[in-house]
């Protein structure tokens, strides 16, 4: 039994992310020659697709930070923040051997296009919006390849073109008004981060929901998508209760609110601040930032108070930094990002610029993100995209005029999910009412099932990385031996029906390990 990291494709399921993507992948395959060329147009590109990394679309509101989140995930500056017509256009960062842009035209012709003079994507283009369906951009950013990034225009704003480009990239209008292969042109998006800032609003959830069933080809489908509560510094302490004035206290408290309202379509809500993440991760904090934040830690403590009330006061008041300077400061930090700052050269007078970067990255809860995209998307890459692609293959075989068709393609998806890797899609279902608490598990019972449920590699699933097979088909029999008791005796009708999905996932484990 090999114990690759999920990382690195398995090589029996080569060039799928897992076992069962390469089930969907065979059934595509096999069913291709049965239908017509137009369905068939869509199997390819399904099939495409799942050899891909995982997409996912950074969407929310107008104005949410999205783009800026964009180049912290990215380590790079390159998304458009603010203004320009480029911010209404679906963006997506893919991996590539050399940094370039592509601008794909409505009729799919593509044109090559430079880079700004800073290394962005130009905020503006020379060729009319209506004729653009998106942008590519590839860049050899090392996140990007086994993450597709995908920026997305603001939802709720006036311009209803770019609100309509963003639905149609979630799939939110329903699968069946659209053709799905022109959706699938600007490649639909298999997981979300949905930012959010401080209030979380009905067609918020609205857009959770549809997106949810749009990748999921049963009633509930793996958990893909992590909402992210951004802008956390905004957060007047004042306003929530319980942060002694705190402004990450308050945010962590807000995020657990908002994930009461938004579970379990999402895995969690996330505090961050994201121009601090994108600062820092992209190279735009320099020694001079650092220097004349410095300067700014020796003024007396009346003249740190004032400036520190208000972005006017920051820029305008009488010290030892050049006003110009401040604004650079303001631009890239915020007023909390350079109390932060001032804070951390009080406890640390001779820090370097390098470590102060590392503390202000610290603050903007970028790692805690990166590490639940880990866990909650690439860990569970193969059950998110083989979900998609299945709902992608109903949605197909729904649009065909031919009823015969319709059965062939729906009769086939029944038998895959028979086998016995879709049971993956069932553990993954158990595993999302367990984390969200619609299933009441003890600690230790639930802390076992986001093991098991959520990694692809046996050994961490069985929670013994580098122990021999025999080891492992043992502990493996032996723990599905247990569930199916406490599926029996010790359990509430709920924990019950998630007891005998973990015994099964156990059963498959043990029936792999012991060929
Ligand atoms: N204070 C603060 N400002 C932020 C944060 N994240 C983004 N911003 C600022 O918010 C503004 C909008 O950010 P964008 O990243 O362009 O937002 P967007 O959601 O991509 O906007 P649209 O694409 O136009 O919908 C910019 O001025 C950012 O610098 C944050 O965490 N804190
Ligand atoms: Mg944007």
């Known amino acids: 039994m090999s114990t690759v990291s999920s990382r690195v494709p398995d090589p029996r399921f080569a060039p799928w992310p897992g076992p069962l993507s390469a089930a969907v ?9 049965q239908v017509g060329e137009r369905t ?19 969407a929310g509101r107008i104005k949410s930070g999205k783009s800026t989140l964009v180049n912290a995930l990215i380590g790079r500056r390159v998304a458009p923040t603010d203004v320009g017509e480029c911010t209404h256009l679906v963006t997506r960062f893919q991996y590539g051997t050399v940094d370039r842009i592509e601008v794909v035209l409505a009729d799919g012709r593509r044109r090559a296009h430079p880079f700004d003079a800073s290394g962005m994507i130009p905020a503006d283009l020379d060729i009319g919006m209506d004729q653009i369906s998106h942008l590519e951009a590839y860049l050899t950013s090392a996140v990007l390849r086994d993450l597709t990034v995908i920026d997305t225009p603001g939802l709720g704003s006036m311009d209803d073109a770019s609100v309509t480009r963003t639905h149609n990239l979630l799939a ?56 992210v509560l951004n802008k956390a510094d905004t957060i007047p302490p004042e306003s929530v209760q319980g942060s002694d004035g705190d402004v990450w206290t308050a945010a962590t408290s807000l995020a657990e609110k908002q994930a009461e309202t938004l579970k379990p379509r999402v895995a969690d809500v996330l505090p961050m601040v994201g121009l601090l993440a994108e600062t820092a991760e992209s190279g735009r904090f320099t020694s001079a930032d650092a220097d004349a934040l410095r300067a700014l830690a020796g003024c007396d403590e ?3 108070l004032t400036m520190l009330m208000s972005a006017d006061l920051f820029t305008t008041l009488e010290v030892p930094v050049p006003a ?35 503390r202000l990255l610290d603050a903007s809860g970028l790692a805690a993100l990166r590490e639940r995209v880990r866990t909650v998307f690439r860990a569970r890459a193969d059950g ?43 553990l993954l279902e158990a595993l ?24 692809s590699v046996v050994a961490e699933q069985l929670g013994m990385p580098g122990r021999p097979v025999s080891e492992l088909a043992g502990y493996a029999l032996e723990r599905a031996g247990w569930w199916r008791s406490f599926a029996s005796f010790g359990a509430t009708p709920a924990q019950s029906r998630v007891a005998h999905v973990v015994h099964r996932a156990y059963f498959l484990l043990w029936q792999r390990l012991k060929r």
Request: hydrophobic share 50%.
């Open 40 to 58: 068939a147009a869509g199997f390819r590109e399904v099939l495409r697709r799942l050899a891909a990394p995982l997409q996912v679309a950074v």
């Open 302 to 304: 009346a003249t740190r």
């Open 432 to 455: 999302t009412l367990v984390t969200s608490g619609a299933v009441a598990m003890p600690d230790d019972l639930a802390a076992e099932i986001v093991r098991v449920g959520g990694s």
């Open 324 to 358: 110009g300077v401040r604004m650079r400061l303001l631009e890239r930090l915020d007023l909390h990002g350079v109390r932060v700052a001032l804070e951390t050269i009080d406890a640390e007078p001779d820090i370097t610029a390098g470590a102060l970067r590392r």
């Open 25 to 33: 992948a065979r059934l595509c395959e096999v069913l291709e020659p």
């Open 384 to 426: 998110i995209k083989a979900a998609a692609a299945l709902a992608s293959l109903t949605a197909l075989a729904q649009t065909s005029g031919d009823p015969g068709e319709r059965q062939r393609v729906h009769d086939g998806i029944e038998v895959l999910l028979q086998q016995p890797e879709a049971h993956q899609l069932r």
């Open 172 to 227: 939110v209008q329903g699968a069946d008004e659209l053709d799905p292969v022109s959706r699938s042109a600007v490649a639909g998006a298999e997981a979300v981060l949905y930012v959010v800032t401080q209030s979380v609003r009905a067609d918020d959830r609205q857009v959770l929901a549809a997106f949810a069933a749009a990748t999921a080809s049963r009633d509930a489908g793996p958990v893909n998508a992590i909402a």
